[in-house]
């Protein structure tokens, strides 16, 4: 029985549910069941982490299905863990010794990993506490670590097979250096950002036989690097080189001799079609140093100075040397002139350092052979992503992807399994640590210092957190998985990377499906930073409104290829809702103090009221709606059809409507009848709510009067139509009720009638089912509607409004009621007013440039008081027409 005197405290139960969960192992899945599988990975938090609003939307999304799946009768698999987070777990560590005053180089290598051990193991469960919190239920007795012991032997299985495949290789290319993380990054991890910078057109004298006869201009964003130049490109197409004298130019500053050589890269467009080439600081200069056979000066070393090849400038920070030889450049008459310029510059995704191209040996993936694989399971079908238009952004990434840069030279991660010989140069990569070299015999050997990307272990997760390389029963009953939900922003580094590796090592896709979702931004549509301060904190929501209430408004608001707008306001609106499924099973439980419940047998002899079939009707609809729009990923669809059946149809009409039946003792078997049928709506409407409010409709159906068909609601069956069958005589009966009781209160709005006022009703019929449906509900209609005598009639009375509906047409006398005269003149001017706000509006919208340079937010606020007051003068005309035809 719930407390009469008390309201929902979501504070109260949600831990004692979610311990409940837990003791009773409630998530586990079983491999050998036979029932249907259905399985989710979760994409793994960083072990840093700590819950913002995208974990919380993602981990929500997840569960929902997972619920969902549950009562669908799948054995259903949500596979949890957390990322090592390489990059980012290092540097948290790195800070958190420099509070003791302790630096990572004094402590070594392997005291420092077993710092980070000890702090993983102290501080990195608190995002897993977190999830469980907003009420995920995963089966966490199979937490995972991407460097736990079986995870780590998975990726050196993956390592040593793509090694021994030629599709791993060891070798110089330009890689994306973080000078200040000290290490290699992958063209995703460099984050491109519009900065301010300058545009320098240099003079390149020829050279040769035609020194001092004239030069070549060339445009640079980073003339610090030319120290590295080895030739001079045009494209030889470009007319304004077609008569070029020369063959040679000479490097400014440094006087070295450059080849001009022709290639079809240089833009016609850009600058002045002339490009310097330095393959040792620019990824696309590397490609044309390939194709054309240059040589690779280095000038810069991993700190981001100037090296000894650098002559006078060695030493120098690379922003300062591109001050000085800007200086030198113009002293000499070399500089022609510089630009202010706005361009995209690759940023580490970690600490924003401006990234730095540089010339490196390190370990790739040869990406294009994999990557072609993974194009075809989407093309395929094997693969679905939702909504499709990702598909386009999928299939380019792939269709244009380089080699994948995996060595990483930091510390905390999965050391490459490759050993070098120091006696004879070779290069041992192997399962195991080899004892000896294997071509000179020479031992020891000494292990690659580098460590593997992050996304390298993350790719194998569909497959290494159910054992694989074994074949494990989780790998035959749950791979491959059924959903992916994830975010847009991760759709290259860890989505197309576990397609490729899926497809590679287990001969099938990962996913069957793929969900993207998009951002969580603040009210005003802005993306959240603490800078901005407009971050929200998932906890302290979770603290103030619940988590059902914190669930369901994500939920509301997840449309696909649409960012959520987060706002206290919005989720106090379904912390309001989770009140409204209170109110209603306490209404319940407060009817057996005075009616008992009816037995098996008297159910079965006392027929349903009309209300009561009706009701089972739209829970059968309502389920059936739902369930199709969650197949589909249209969660905000799911949610809405949730939320209207409860608020406005079990709780504002059939908790209505049934209390006449509660309340008529003179009829105990109908009043105990209908209080059991009662319990049995609350029972499947619960089901409905629990996917999205877990906490909420778990604690109600506890309380539910036995017997239960299973321990918990989570595995309680999904409504459907053998539960809950279609009435359609049930449907258009109670239909009709509804809409004749709207009708009159829509008069009563429009013609601005007291909600207290009695009001007669005239009907005239055309259809004899529907005047015998009104008649049986003659005493719940003037109940509803506070009407006074009702009459059926075949003339169409004067000052009457008038409301048309299937069968029959509604008249309320109006006589004394209103005065036409003085509401007339109060529509004209209220239609006054909400033109004007649409005049404002759409001169607003129109106005030349608004569109282009107004925030994206203000343009929606602008367009929806556009459409709200078009709409409300739609209302307006409706009531004046009205008012004129009486």
């Given at each position: 029985m719930?407390?009469?005197?008390?309201?929902?405290?979501?504070?109260?139960?949600?831990?004692?549910?979610?311990?409940?969960?837990?003791?009773?192992?409630?998530?586990?899945?079983?491999?050998?069941?036979?029932?249907?599988?259905?399985?989710?990975?979760?994409?793994?938090?960083?072990?840093?982490?700590?819950l913002h609003v995208g974990h919380a939307l993602d981990n929500t999304l997840q569960d929902i299905l997972c619920r969902f799946k549950r009562m669908q009768g799948y054995e259903v698999l949500w596979m949890p863990g957390t990322d090592h987070a390489g990059i980012a777990t290092q540097n948290v560590v790195e800070r958190f010794l420099a509070g003791q005053n302790i630096s990572r180089h004094a402590l070594g290598r392997e005291k420092f990993v077993e710092q980070v051990w000890a702090w993983?193991?102290?501080?990195?469960?608190?995002?897993?506490?977190?999830?469980?919190?907003?009420?995920?239920?995963?089966?966490?007795?199979?937490?995972?670590?991407?460097?736990?012991?079986?995870?780590?032997?998975?990726?050196?299985?993956?390592?040593?097979?793509?090694?021994?495949?030629?599709?791993?290789?060891?070798?110089?290319?330009?890689?994306?250096?973080?000078?200040?993380?000290?290490?290699?990054?992958?063209?995703?991890?460099?984050?491109?950002?519009?900065?301010?910078?300058?545009?320098?057109?240099?003079?390149?004298?020829?050279?040769g036989d035609k020194e001092g006869q004239g030069h070549i201009v060339v445009a640079t964003t980073r003339p610090e690097t030319m120290l590295g130049d080895v030739a001079v490109a045009i494209n030889q197409a470009d007319k304004r080189y077609c008569h070029l004298p020369a063959k040679q130019v000479r490097l400014p500053l440094v006087g070295r001799l450059l080849p001009i050589i022709y290639d079809d890269y240089v833009s016609l467009e850009f600058g002045t079609g002339a490009l310097k080439v330095t393959p040792a600081h620019d990824p696309n200069d590397f490609d044309l140093g390939v194709r054309h056979n240059l040589p690779r000066i280095k000038i810069m070393d991993e700190e981001g100075r100037i090296g000894a090849l650098g002559g006078i400038y060695a030493g120098l920070?690379?922003?300062?040397?591109?001050?000085?030889?800007?200086?030198?450049?113009?002293?000499?008459?070399?500089?022609?002139?510089?630009?202010?310029?706005?361009?995209s510059v690759g940023h580490c995704y970690r600490c924003s350092t401006i990234v730095e191209p540089l010339?490196?040996?390190?370990?790739?993936?040869?990406?294009?052979?994999?990557?072609?694989?993974?194009?075809?399971?989407?093309?395929?079908?094997?693969?679905?992503?939702?909504?499709?238009?990702?598909?386009?952004?999928?299939?380019?990434?792939?269709?244009?992807?380089?080699?994948?840069?995996?060595?990483?030279?930091?510390?905390?991660?999965?050391?490459?399994?490759?050993?070098?010989?120091?006696?004879?140069?070779?290069?041992?990569?192997?399962?195991?640590?080899?004892k000896k070299c294997p071509q000179c015999k020479h031992q020891p050997l000494r292990q690659e210092e580098d460590v593997l990307d992050t996304w390298f272990s993350s790719a194998l997760w569909p497959f290494s957190t159910m054992g694989w390389p074994d074949k494990t029963p989780e790998l035959k009953k749950f791979y491959p998985t059924s959903c992916l939900v994830t975010g847009f922003d991760i759709l290259f580094f860890w989505v197309a990377r576990m397609m490729m590796m899926g497809v590679r090592f287990m001969r099938e896709a990962p996913f069957k499906d793929i969900c993207i979702h998009a951002l969580v931004r603040d009210a005003q549509g802005q993306k959240m930073s603490k800078s901005k301060g407009n971050v929200m904190d998932p906890l302290e929501i979770i603290d103030d409104y619940g988590a059902d209430a914190f669930r369901f408004t994500l939920a509301a608001f997840a449309a696909q290829g649409r960012d959520i707008k987060?706002?206290?306001?919005?989720?106090?609106?379904?912390?309001?809702?989770?009140?409204?499924?209170?109110?209603?099973?306490?209404?319940?439980?407060?009817?057996?103090?005075?009616?008992?419940?009816?037995?098996?047998?008297?159910?079965?002899?006392?027929?349903?009221?009309?209300?009561?079939?009706?009701?089972?009707?739209?829970?059968?609809?309502?389920?059936?709606?739902?369930?199709?729009?969650?197949?589909?990923?249209?969660?905000?669809?799911?949610?809405?059809?949730?939320?209207?059946?409860?608020?406005?149809?079990?709780?504002?009409?059939?908790?209505?409507?049934?209390?006449?039946?509660?309340?008529?003792?003179?009829?105990?078997?109908?009043?105990?009848?209908?209080?059991?049928?009662?319990f049995i709506n609350l029972d499947l409407s619960l089901r409905l709510v629990h996917p999205f409010m877990p906490f909420i409709s778990e604690y109600l159906w506890q309380k539910l009067p036995s017997p239960r068909v299973s321990e918990s609601i989570m595995h309680a069956p999904w409504p459907n139509r053998a539960l809950a069958p279609y009435d359609q005589t049930a449907e258009q009966y109670i239909g009709l009720m509804m809409d004749t009781v709207g009708a009159v209160r829509n008069i009563r709005g429009e013609m601005g009638i007291s909600p207290a006022q009695e009001l007669d009703l005239q009907i005239?019929?055309?259809?004899?089912?529907?005047?015998?449906?009104?008649?049986?509900?003659?005493?719940?209609?003037k109940s509803l509607a506070r009407l006074g005598n009702i009459l059926y009639i075949n003339e169409v009375p004067g000052l009457a409004a008038a409301a048309p509906l299937a069968g029959v047409t509604l008249?309320?006398?109006?006589?004394?009621?209103?005065?036409?005269?003085?509401?007339?003149?109060?529509?004209?001017?209220?239609?006054?007013?909400?033109?004007?706000?649409?005049?404002?509006?759409?001169?607003?919208?129109?106005t030349p440039g608004f569109r282009n340079t107004a925030p994206q937010e203000v343009i929606e606020t602008e367009e929806e008081k556009l459409r709200q007051a078009q709409s409300v003068l739609k209302r307006l005309h409706a009531n004046l027409e009205r008012l004129r035809s009486l």
């Amino acid at each position: 029985m719930l407390d009469p005197e008390k309201g929902y405290q979501p504070a109260a139960i949600e831990e004692e549910i979610y311990r409940w969960w837990e003791d009773k192992n409630l998530f586990h899945a079983n491999p050998a069941s036979s029932k249907p599988a259905y399985s989710i990975v979760i994409p793994p938090p960083n072990v840093t982490g700590q819950l913002h609003v995208g974990h919380a939307l993602d981990n929500t999304l997840q569960d929902i299905l997972c619920r969902f799946k549950r009562m669908q009768g799948y054995e259903v698999l949500w596979m949890p863990g957390t990322d090592h987070a390489g990059i980012a777990t290092q540097n948290v560590v790195e800070r958190f010794l420099a509070g003791q005053n302790i630096s990572r180089h004094a402590l070594g290598r392997e005291k420092f990993v077993e710092q980070v051990w000890a702090w993983k193991e102290e501080y990195g469960g608190k995002i897993i506490s977190q999830l469980k919190r907003l009420g995920a239920s995963c089966d966490w007795p199979r937490l995972r670590f991407t460097m736990d012991e079986g995870l780590s032997r998975a990726v050196r299985e993956v390592f040593v097979s793509l090694y021994e495949q030629g599709l791993i290789y060891r070798g110089d290319y330009i890689i994306n250096w973080c000078p200040r993380c000290q290490t290699a990054l992958s063209d995703l991890e460099s984050e491109h950002k519009e900065i301010e910078g300058g545009l320098y057109y240099i003079k390149y004298p020829y050279g040769g036989d035609k020194e001092g006869q004239g030069h070549i201009v060339v445009a640079t964003t980073r003339p610090e690097t030319m120290l590295g130049d080895v030739a001079v490109a045009i494209n030889q197409a470009d007319k304004r080189y077609c008569h070029l004298p020369a063959k040679q130019v000479r490097l400014p500053l440094v006087g070295r001799l450059l080849p001009i050589i022709y290639d079809d890269y240089v833009s016609l467009e850009f600058g002045t079609g002339a490009l310097k080439v330095t393959p040792a600081h620019d990824p696309n200069d590397f490609d044309l140093g390939v194709r054309h056979n240059l040589p690779r000066i280095k000038i810069m070393d991993e700190e981001g100075r100037i090296g000894a090849l650098g002559g006078i400038y060695a030493g120098l920070d690379r922003f300062e040397a591109r001050a000085r030889i800007v200086r030198d450049l113009e002293e000499q008459g070399f500089l022609l002139k510089q630009e202010k310029i706005k361009h995209s510059v690759g940023h580490c995704y970690r600490c924003s350092t401006i990234v730095e191209p540089l010339l490196s040996k390190q370990w790739f993936v040869r990406a294009k052979p994999l990557a072609q694989a993974a194009l075809s399971a989407v093309e395929k079908g094997e693969s679905k992503i939702y909504p499709p238009m990702w598909e386009k952004t999928y299939f380019e990434w792939l269709r244009n992807i380089r080699d994948w840069c995996v060595s990483r030279q930091i510390w905390w991660g999965h050391r490459i399994p490759a050993w070098y010989c120091d006696e004879c140069g070779e290069v041992t990569v192997a399962r195991s640590e080899p004892k000896k070299c294997p071509q000179c015999k020479h031992q020891p050997l000494r292990q690659e210092e580098d460590v593997l990307d992050t996304w390298f272990s993350s790719a194998l997760w569909p497959f290494s957190t159910m054992g694989w390389p074994d074949k494990t029963p989780e790998l035959k009953k749950f791979y491959p998985t059924s959903c992916l939900v994830t975010g847009f922003d991760i759709l290259f580094f860890w989505v197309a990377r576990m397609m490729m590796m899926g497809v590679r090592f287990m001969r099938e896709a990962p996913f069957k499906d793929i969900c993207i979702h998009a951002l969580v931004r603040d009210a005003q549509g802005q993306k959240m930073s603490k800078s901005k301060g407009n971050v929200m904190d998932p906890l302290e929501i979770i603290d103030d409104y619940g988590a059902d209430a914190f669930r369901f408004t994500l939920a509301a608001f997840a449309a696909q290829g649409r960012d959520i707008k987060l706002s206290n306001q919005r989720i106090a609106g379904y912390r309001n809702f989770a009140n409204k499924i209170w109110n209603a099973a306490r209404f319940a439980f407060m009817q057996t103090e005075k009616t008992p419940l009816a037995p098996p047998d008297l159910l079965t002899q006392q027929a349903p009221l009309p209300e009561e079939r009706w009701i089972l009707s739209r829970i059968g609809q309502t389920a059936e709606q739902a369930a199709g729009f969650l197949d589909e990923y249209r969660f905000n669809d799911a949610a809405a059809q949730v939320y209207h059946f409860i608020w406005h149809e079990f709780c504002d009409w059939y908790l209505e409507l049934i209390k006449v039946a509660l309340n008529d003792q003179s009829d105990s078997r109908q009043q105990s009848a209908s209080l059991s049928r009662l319990f049995i709506n609350l029972d499947l409407s619960l089901r409905l709510v629990h996917p999205f409010m877990p906490f909420i409709s778990e604690y109600l159906w506890q309380k539910l009067p036995s017997p239960r068909v299973s321990e918990s609601i989570m595995h309680a069956p999904w409504p459907n139509r053998a539960l809950a069958p279609y009435d359609q005589t049930a449907e258009q009966y109670i239909g009709l009720m509804m809409d004749t009781v709207g009708a009159v209160r829509n008069i009563r709005g429009e013609m601005g009638i007291s909600p207290a006022q009695e009001l007669d009703l005239q009907i005239m019929v055309y259809d004899r089912a529907a005047q015998d449906a009104l008649l049986a509900q003659s005493k719940r209609l003037k109940s509803l509607a506070r009407l006074g005598n009702i009459l059926y009639i075949n003339e169409v009375p004067g000052l009457a409004a008038a409301a048309p509906l299937a069968g029959v047409t509604l008249y309320v006398p109006l006589a004394g009621l209103v005065d036409v005269d003085k509401e007339t003149a109060r529509l004209h001017k209220e239609i006054d007013k909400q033109e004007k706000q649409a005049r404002q509006s759409a001169r607003k919208l129109d106005t030349p440039g608004f569109r282009n340079t107004a925030p994206q937010e203000v343009i929606e606020t602008e367009e929806e008081k556009l459409r709200q007051a078009q709409s409300v003068l739609k209302r307006l005309h409706a009531n004046l027409e009205r008012l004129r035809s009486l």
